[in-house]
């Protein structure tokens, strides 16, 4: 009878409440929903100048302007482009970063090699390679591809790195002490040490991606992006499409770091300080 007393006290213990599992998504979407009400009633409260007024775009004339897209036909093939040239640079960024961020925390003299260039490109505006990136890979996917690259590159590599670096020297020496060949300490070790500094990093890239994707679209990509489409209507002052376009870029990075932290939860067990909430 005890035991099953003390049972039922574990169990009311760990069970959680309805707020405290969902409170983050609960504060966040209010936390939008809040700023849109706010957005849409500014007109009503403030008196605006007539140009202010002139360009000012309502929350309602946002989304009409992405219902028109849709119905029009425009939306699915300039979020395909856009969405394809993002996902292409980013997952080549992810190959790229993540086995050389390893090599540069794990080898010395690979860390010696790369570091001042990554350092000196890292320190470089991502500005200032696109005529080039224009003139290599010409107007289209593949300039738009190259910039979303470089700019989701070095956030995850350097997050790597550092992870790889403050991966537990002790623990890896109990395991080499074992007979663990480097790709063992790597796969058993390193890289389970590094997860957190890794999901940080991948969501710093995403940011990144994003920002490429819309920079190399307003100044190189093709007219099928969504990009391309804010640049048209900003240059007829279509202020509403170009908001349009600016939500749907916020939703794909919403989406994409929502993964990111369900994978983050996932993992979560590799953090060495789990037991730590705040």
Do not use: C
């Amino acid at each position: 009878m005890s035991n099953r007393h003390a049972s039922n006290e574990t169990t009311a213990v760990t069970r959680k409440t309805f707020w405290e599992t969902n409170e983050p998504l609960i504060l966040g979407v209010g936390f939008i929903v809040l700023v849109i009400v706010l957005w849409q009633i500014v007109p009503s409260f403030f008196t605006m100048s007539k140009g202010m007024k002139l360009f000012f775009a309502t929350p309602t004339m946002v989304f009409t302007a992405i219902g028109d897209l849709i119905a029009s036909g425009k939306l699915w093939p300039a979020l395909r482009f856009s969405s394809s040239a993002f996902a292409a640079g980013l997952a080549l960024a992810i190959v790229a970063a993540l086995p050389l961020g390893v090599l540069m925390g794990r080898s010395r003299l690979m860390n010696e090699l790369f570091d001042p260039f990554v350092t000196a490109i890292n320190a470089t505006p991502r500005l200032v390679f696109l005529p080039l990136i224009i003139i290599w890979f010409g107007i289209g996917m593949t300039s738009v591809i190259v910039v979303v690259f470089i700019g989701a590159l070095f956030p995850l590599l350097i997050n790597t790195y550092e992870g790889v670096k403050n991966a537990d020297r002790l623990l890896i020496n109990v395991v080499r002490s074992y007979g663990a060949s480097e790709w063992d300490i790597n796969r058993l070790v390193v890289i389970p040490n590094s997860l957190p500094y890794i999901i940080s990093g991948l969501r710093l890239a995403i940011g990144r991606a994003v920002l490429g994707v819309v920079v190399a679209e307003f100044f190189g990509g093709s007219a099928k992006g969504i990009g391309v489409i804010m640049v048209q209507a900003s240059s007829s002052f279509q202020v509403d499409l170009v908001f349009a376009g600016l939500i749907i870029f916020m939703a794909l990075s919403l989406v994409l770091t929502g993964i990111v932290r369900a994978i983050e939860t996932r993992f979560n067990r590799w953090r060495p300080e789990k037991a730590k909430t705040f």
